[in-house]
């Protein structure tokens, strides 16, 4: 009995490690939005949102950057989106034993944390160097192949969520599987599809390394999607590197916008699920 | 049989109309059934069709690099992977220095995510309070919503100097004269270089084993640690003897997933780097990785050979990643069979 208090000893200090790591790991959070608080609020006026992004040593705004970035990251999701849904769909609802919808699972989640500046490559090499020259479009289409796995991933995760009774008694009035999958299953899954959907979203829109040398970036005005675009994380990537007071500020604005949107768009993705669960 | 006649034209009056509204009515069924027969053999095959293409983008993906890559392993051989050299001007390239500083900044940034991840998986399954648990099991996974150019742009502007100031001379001249660590901690302290990329790294692949271990953590039957707990072991000891070994595979899956996402990681260590294309012995030096090579030099490259040097190193990432996510996919795979059996 002698051992009892180095044990009690023992535990107090390993459980009060576990305590200290939980804080230093929380820590980081409200560091890094207090500093984008710090240094990017002040810089956030009108200005950002209506003016184009300045040459060097003068004021301006982000409204190409951020007028690109949304144009790229709409079409991205509009063509990752359904592809990654239909994917999805096949590995809860049809494969769901087969071999294929195992080694699509598989590479799925290894897809899922690639890292994003080979897609970018392969972007490059399959749409840029054929096409002679950077645009929007292979930006879009760099996005695109990161929403599918994102997308793919919940798909198959809610729809395994809808309970099967459901899909039988969707049956057992006659209808066929196509139609017991979509007129059921994604209504019941609806919240959850959502889900998928602004996950995506959010993981793309702070996307950097995919564009670097897919849109490249514009200094200028364009919605041309054939020529060079303009993007918010490429525009922060290019101004915060810059020597110049002007640049560094619009920088940590951007920087700023793009978190909040960012972490807003997860908070709300979280919540739909916690509901979709609790259903 | 003279009263069954009218009987059977009765019965047959009947039977004509049915016959024939019930053979219409067939027809009509039979060609709604077809038709649903089409677009449910349509649907399937779209679906599945889909499922095919992810596998085709990963063929995609892995073609295009070797293919753009064959120039530059045709000219430098094998030795492209030990080469410390990298330079555009004689055109003479060499992945060694990207490869390595890849590999020290992910060592760095799993020696310390991977303990402090596993504490807090221990205290979010263990020790916190119910109410507390979502909220701050949120707080952590919204570290890894940050997108990874914030921080870069925190830990150029914020991080580095307050490293450079505080922890950097503190290590030197703690370190000086202890025989290992004095090279590892040797030279000036720009702030900027492998430690700090890995510090960063570190913190960015913390969400992620952090969420898996507290994940695989709750995999663990209650009756297990209740049985420990009740011959009167510590939660210590119920960790370290029930919940770990039980969770070993899926720990060792988590780790790894970090690990792979920390070796892809390529805008937050691009800032902080330092992009300096040499292997040194002291962590505060700067150097670079294969990612942050990729990102700063790729638009930049003139020439084919040096493009395809670039897309070989896109493919030695490529190829590390996947082996180290697929061994990660295959821990956690290990584990839930475990837990469904």
Same mark, same amino acid.
């Given at each position: 009995?002698? @051992?009892?208090?180095?044990?009690?000893? $023992?535990?107090?200090?390993?459980?009060?490690?576990?305590?200290?790591?939980?804080?230093?790991?929380?820590? #980081?959070?409200?560091?890094?939005?207090?500093?984008?608080?710090?240094?990017?609020?002040?810089?956030?006026?009108?200005?950002?949102?209506? !003016?184009?992004?300045?040459? &060097?040593?003068?004021?301006?705004?982000?409204?190409?950057?951020?007028?690109?970035?949304?144009?790229?990251?709409?079409?991205?999701?509009?063509?990752?989106?359904?592809?990654?849904?239909?994917?999805?769909?096949?590995?809860?609802?049809?494969?769901? +034993?087969?071999?294929?919808?195992?080694?699509?699972?598989?590479?799925? /989640?290894?897809? *899922?944390?690639?890292?994003?500046?080979?897609?970018?490559?392969?972007?490059?090499?399959?749409?840029?160097?054929?096409?002679? +020259? @950077?645009?929007?479009?292979?930006?879009?289409?760099?996005?695109?192949?990161?929403?599918?796995?994102?997308?793919?991933?919940?798909?198959? /995760?809610?729809?395994?969520?809808?309970?099967?009774?459901?899909?039988?008694?969707?049956?057992? *009035?006659?209808?066929?599987?196509? =139609?017991?999958?979509?007129?059921?299953?994604?209504?019941?899954?609806?919240?959850?599809?959502?889900?998928?959907?602004?996950?995506?979203?959010?993981?793309?829109?702070?996307?950097?390394?995919?564009? =670097? @040398?897919?849109?490249?970036?514009?200094?200028?005005?364009?919605?041309? =999607?054939?020529?060079?675009?303009?993007?918010? &994380?490429?525009?922060?990537?290019?101004?915060?590197?810059? &020597?110049?007071?002007? #640049?560094?500020?619009?920088?940590?604005?951007?920087?700023?916008?793009?978190?909040?949107?960012?972490?807003?768009?997860?908070?709300?993705?979280?919540?739909?699920?916690?509901?979709?669960?609790?259903? | 049989?003279?009263?069954?006649?009218?009987?059977?034209?009765?019965?047959?009056?009947?039977?004509?109309?049915?016959?024939?509204?019930?053979?219409?009515?067939?027809?009509?069924?039979?060609?709604?059934?077809?038709?649903?027969?089409?677009?449910?053999?349509?649907?399937?095959?779209?679906?599945?069709?889909?499922?095919?293409?992810?596998?085709?983008?990963?063929?995609?993906?892995?073609?295009?690099?070797?293919?753009?890559?064959?120039?530059?392993? !045709?000219?430098?051989?094998?030795?492209?992977?030990?080469? !410390?050299? #990298?330079?555009?001007?004689?055109?003479?390239?060499?992945?060694?220095?990207?490869?390595?500083?890849?590999?020290?900044?992910?060592?760095?940034?799993?020696?310390?995510?991977?303990?402090?991840?596993?504490?807090?998986?221990?205290?979010?399954?263990?020790?916190?309070?119910?109410?507390?648990?979502? &909220?701050?099991?949120?707080?952590?996974?919204?570290?890894?919503?940050?997108?990874?150019?914030?921080?870069?742009? #925190?830990?150029?502007?914020?991080?580095?100097?307050?490293?450079?100031?505080?922890?950097?001379?503190?290590?030197?001249?703690?370190?000086?004269?202890?025989?290992?660590?004095?090279?590892?901690?040797?030279?000036?302290?720009?702030?900027?270089?492998?430690?700090?990329?890995?510090?960063?790294?570190?913190?960015?692949?913390?969400?992620?084993?952090?969420?898996?271990?507290?994940?695989?953590?709750?995999?663990?039957?209650?009756? =297990?640690?209740?049985?420990?707990?009740?011959?009167?072991?510590?939660?210590?000891?119920?960790?370290?003897?029930?919940?770990?070994?039980?969770? $070993?595979?899926?720990?060792?899956?988590?780790?790894?997933?970090?690990?792979?996402?920390?070796?892809?990681?390529?805008?937050?260590?691009?800032?902080?780097?330092?992009?300096? +294309?040499?292997?040194?012995?002291?962590?505060?030096?700067?150097?670079?990785?294969?990612?942050?090579?990729?990102?700063?030099?790729?638009? !930049?490259?003139?020439?084919?050979?040096?493009?395809?040097?670039?897309?070989?190193?896109?493919?030695?990432?490529?190829?590390?990643?996947?082996?180290?996510?697929?061994?990660?996919?295959?821990?956690?795979?290990?584990?839930?069979?475990?837990?469904?059996?």
């Amino acid at each position: 009995m002698s @051992f009892y208090p180095a044990r009690r000893r $023992r535990n107090a200090l390993w459980m009060s490690l576990s305590v200290v790591s939980t804080l230093v790991g929380l820590c #980081w959070l409200f560091l890094i939005l207090a500093v984008l608080f710090w240094e990017g609020f002040d810089g956030l006026s009108l200005a950002v949102f209506t !003016e184009m992004t300045p040459p &060097p040593g003068s004021a301006g705004g982000l409204l190409n950057a951020i007028v690109g970035s949304l144009i790229m990251t709409v079409i991205g999701v509009a063509v990752g989106a359904p592809l990654g849904l239909l994917a999805g769909t096949y590995l809860a609802e049809y494969g769901r +034993h087969e071999k294929l919808a195992l080694v699509v699972r598989f590479i799925n /989640d290894i897809l *899922l944390s690639a890292p994003s500046i080979v897609v970018g490559l392969f972007i490059y090499q399959v749409v840029v160097a054929p096409m002679g +020259h @950077f645009s929007g479009i292979a930006g879009a289409l760099a996005l695109a192949v990161l929403v599918v796995p994102v997308v793919l991933r919940t798909t198959e /995760d809610m729809l395994n969520l809808v309970p099967n009774t459901l899909r039988e008694a969707g049956a057992a *009035l006659g209808m066929p599987r196509s =139609l017991v999958i979509r007129r059921i299953g994604y209504r019941a899954a609806r919240a959850g599809l959502v889900t998928g959907v602004l996950l995506a979203v959010a993981r793309v829109s702070g996307e950097t390394a995919p564009l =670097l @040398f897919t849109a490249l970036n514009n200094q200028f005005w364009s919605t041309n =999607l054939n020529g060079e675009m303009s993007s918010l &994380p490429a525009v922060i990537f290019q101004f915060a590197l810059s &020597p110049y007071k002007e #640049w560094q500020q619009l920088a940590w604005t951007g920087a700023l916008i793009i978190t909040l949107a960012v972490l807003a768009m997860s908070v709300t993705a979280r919540a739909l699920t916690a509901r979709a669960i609790k259903r | 049989m003279t009263y069954g006649s009218p009987k059977d034209a009765s019965m047959s009056e009947i039977a004509i109309p049915e016959i024939n509204s019930s053979t219409q009515a067939t027809r009509a069924r039979i060609e709604v059934t077809r038709g649903f027969a089409v677009s449910d053999g349509l649907f399937r095959r779209l679906t599945q069709g889909a499922a095919v293409f992810v596998l085709v983008l990963l063929g995609g993906v892995i073609v295009s690099l070797i293919q753009g890559s064959i120039p530059a392993f !045709e000219k430098f051989g094998l030795g492209f992977f030990t080469t !410390e050299v #990298w330079n555009p001007v004689t055109e003479k390239f060499g992945a060694g220095a990207a490869i390595y500083g890849t590999v020290v900044t992910s060592l760095i940034a799993m020696a310390i995510a991977v303990p402090i991840g596993l504490g807090i998986a221990v205290f979010l399954t263990e020790l916190c309070p119910i109410s507390l648990r979502r &909220p701050i099991g949120i707080a952590i996974e919204l570290l890894a919503g940050i997108p990874s150019i914030i921080y870069g742009i #925190w830990g150029l502007f914020v991080f580095a100097p307050f490293l450079q100031q505080y922890i950097q001379p503190w290590l030197i001249s703690i370190f000086g004269s202890v025989p290992i660590f004095s090279t590892l901690f040797s030279g000036a302290p720009y702030g900027i270089g492998m430690l700090t990329a890995g510090l960063i790294l570190a913190i960015m692949v913390l969400p992620f084993v952090t969420a898996i271990s507290r994940d695989v953590f709750e995999t663990v039957p209650p009756m =297990l640690k209740e049985s420990a707990y009740g011959i009167g072991c510590t939660t210590w000891e119920v960790i370290k003897n029930v919940v770990i070994p039980y969770t $070993r595979v899926g720990v060792i899956g988590g780790v790894m997933l970090g690990l792979g996402r920390a070796l892809g990681e390529t805008m937050a260590v691009t800032f902080v780097i330092g992009n300096a +294309h040499k292997i040194s012995a002291s962590l505060l030096a700067p150097g670079t990785t294969i990612s942050a090579t990729i990102a700063n030099e790729f638009t !930049e490259a003139v020439g084919d050979l040096y493009t395809s040097s670039l897309i070989a190193l896109g493919l030695i990432l490529f190829i590390i990643t996947f082996i180290v996510l697929a061994f990660a996919r295959l821990m956690l795979l290990r584990l839930e069979q475990k837990a469904a059996r």
